[in-house]
């Protein structure tokens, strides 16, 4: 399994419009949509608007969410009790009636996000999922091997240190707080957001400090 989602061996060329007739499950959604439409059950502009929505979402919101986590002990207590109501309160909306659930990452517990069945994944924090979270030997992997999982990231997790694996669901999704890094006690909110990764979040990877002669802006 890789480590990154970038880490793949196929052809890079990218797929030219009209290099492929659409599939069955294109077919069958341009069918119901246009037929949605035409019964007036939804607009044309709805769905649009929808998309944009979709495309604005991206793991610098959840990275926003863990350095306010990070500086401020009661927002993080409000976010721990209810993940959903603390993003909110960062101006992050919810398009859908699912349950956002913030798992803490300490010196004697790590966690671990899965969705075993699909690819349930907190969308609104952290827009759409990397390609190995959707894959099935991650999704197998994650539960039965985790600290083997974790290993293939290049997270060694101490043998002391218990990993709690979280299986997401239709109606429930997890993001992970991770611990903050030692030597980040004069970091601003923003420079703290910027080391915060999607895998991160997660719980694949710690956040770290950039390599020496990296800078945080």
């Not at 992050?92 to 966690?111: A, C, G, M, P, R």
């Not at 997270?155 to 990993?163: L, N």
Request: hydrophobic share 40%; glycine share 6%; charged share 25%.
């Amino acid at each position: 399994m890789p480590a990154h989602d970038h880490d793949h061996d196929h052809d890079h060329t990218p797929i030219q419009a009209g290099d492929q007739p659409p599939g069955y499950y294109e077919i069958m959604e341009t069918a119901i949509r246009e037929l949605l439409v035409e019964k007036g059950l939804i607009k044309a502009g709805e769905i649009r608007r929808q998309v944009e929505v979709l495309d604005s979402r991206n793991p610098a919101l959840g990275a926003k969410v863990v350095a306010r986590a990070w500086v401020d002990p009661g927002f993080r207590a409000r976010l721990l009790a209810n993940g959903r109501a603390g993003c909110e309160e960062l101006g992050i909306s919810f398009y859908d009636d699912t349950q956002l659930i913030v798992l803490e990452n300490t010196d004697k517990v790590h966690n671990l996000i899965v969705c075993t069945l699909c690819s349930c994944y907190p969308r609104p924090v952290l827009g759409l999922p990397p390609d190995w979270y959707k894959a099935k030997p991650y999704r197998a992997r994650a539960v039965i091997e985790p600290r083997a999982v974790l290993a293939e990231f290049g997270t060694h997790i101490p043998d002391d240190v218990e990993i709690r694996v979280s299986d997401s669901t239709a109606t429930i999704r997890f993001l992970v707080l991770p611990q903050r890094p030692e030597g980040t006690e004069d970091f601003n909110e923003e420079q703290l957001a910027a080391l915060v990764t999607r895998d991160a979040m997660i719980g694949v990877v710690p956040v770290e400090l950039p390599a020496a002669g990296g800078a945080v802006q």
